[in-house]
């Protein structure tokens, strides 16, 4: 049975500062919930602040990229060395966002991928399809060749314990979220490839969670659906109240 997984992604959102009183309440709100893995991924400028804030919880950190090489002279790049340390467990890798406006490639996406399993993180590895691709019926072409080659190389162990994201472009930061039966179906579609290139175990673990547009009012019909097993948020993790109601729905439906 795969614990359900929800995170939390700032993109380049809250100071050191903003990040405390986000965690003062969300805190208290996530005391006694149990049966869901929480994941936040705040900006590299509150990394630490938010390590320091989740001592004594279940709630894990993440980075929000990083660099393949572990140090050297890659100015403004984020080693996943340097993450480790920080005390983060985790690392969003191949956003959309970094694939469109920082030029990441499924082959840099598959260095960073082996770099951060090396370093021992935990990669949050995103794919999805634009609009038009999925208007030309490309969604699941798409979602093919970047899973094969972004997991070129890896183990079905490696595999086994990291986490998709499938988030549709479309749908990040739209309002649009896609209908379950999209969502489903990609999802399905994911684990048959994962299934196929590595084994059927490997699959089994593997979480895949659904990421655009999800909010507290639609994440319990979203996570109902069988191979969705959490859920990645951007805008709707940024309020403490709304975050937790995501937790709470993700939690609810899938265990
Ligand atoms: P959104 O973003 O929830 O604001 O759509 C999701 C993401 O980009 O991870």
Redesign the pocket.
Known sequence: MRTPLVAA?W?MHKTVQEAQAFLQVFRGLTEDVTGVDIVIAPPFTALTAVVAGVQGSSIAVAGQDAYWQAEGAFTGAISPSLLAHTGATHVILG???RRNLFGDTDESVNKKMSAAIAFGLTPIF?VGETLEERDRGEALVVLTRQIRRGLDGLSGEQVASLVV?Y?PIW????GHNATVDQAGNAHAHIRGILRERFDTGAAESCRILY????KPGNVREIVAQPEIDGA??????LDPKSFFEIVAGGRATTV
């Open positions: 992604n993109k956003h959309s966002e995103c994201a988030e749908a990040i930061g739209t990421g655009g547009s999800v990645l948020v951007g805008g709707a993790s």
